[in-house]
């Protein structure tokens, strides 16, 4: 239910200022999909109409694309191999600079680009002005991983930093992303898009509502039911009879009525 409250303000955001609206698989961390995931996602989006504009784009068909992202930030000087590993830095919030001046690979190293002592700032179109420096809260970060694999951050950096993307609508579980995602795309000269991060759905004990806390797949059967409960959650003030309504209607009224101004500025909201 929390990935689809992000799907559905994504898709009224867009829709309610007539731009495309565009689904993106974000699989590249390939230990961690999961058999059928992507196909339960788009059923799921499907069977609440909510169609995106399109063909679908995935992150591992993008592969070339951060790679050309990583040799230019390795030529202009801004990543060094690391070869901490998780055990050495468990416990560590902020990475220390172990391997700043590491010139030569070792096997399975890390890249990580250096971040500058500099305050990043951009206003939330929800949650208000943010700020954030990121050698006092994460340091110098991954973008390329000890096996290999592009790094989230990178991989983000790139495809939201297309000239395709103007606006990111999504949940507050990642706001602190943001910095380091817009540091990149300063960093490889990428127009950042405009950002809004919804209140992330939580259970009674605080825990997000997605697969990675095992939270309750959503049931497609209740699709009215669902976007009903979504439009209230995100403030919207549907009115009581449109519970009753098909998908297409319900989504509709929540275009011809959508106000990102309504949603709570809060960083959780609790389930229904």
Known sequence: MGSLLAATASFLDARSQDVPWY???????????VPGAADDIIRTLAAH?????????WQSQRLAHYEAALHTLNTTGRTFYCHCSRRQLRGITVYPGTCRNLRDPEPETALRVKVADA??????????????SLCETVGD?????????????????VDDGSVETTQVVRGSDLL???????????????????YA????????????????????PVDSALAGENLYQILCLLGQNPPAESGFWSCEALLNWGIGN??????????????P
Do not use: C
């Open 23 to 33: 689904l993106r698989i974000d699989d590249i961390d390939t230990p961690r999909n």
């Open 49 to 57: 109409a909510l169609h995106w504009d399109g063909t679908i784009v």
């Open 119 to 132: 305050t990043l700032q951009f206003i939330d179109r929800i949650q208000g002005r943010q700020q954030n």
């Open 141 to 157: 970060f991954i973008v390329k991983r000890r096996d290999g694999l592009i790094a989230y951050q990178l991989a983000t950096a």
């Open 176 to 194: 602190d992303n943001t910095p380091r995602q817009l540091y990149l795309m300063e960093l490889l000269s990428l127009e950042p898009p405009s």
């Open 197 to 216: 991060h919804i209140p992330t759905l939580v259970s009674a004990n605080g825990q997000k509502l997605s697969k990675q806390y095992h939270a309750a």
């Open 258 to 271: 959508w106000s990102i101004d309504a949603i709570p500025a809060v960083k959780t909201l609790a389930a």
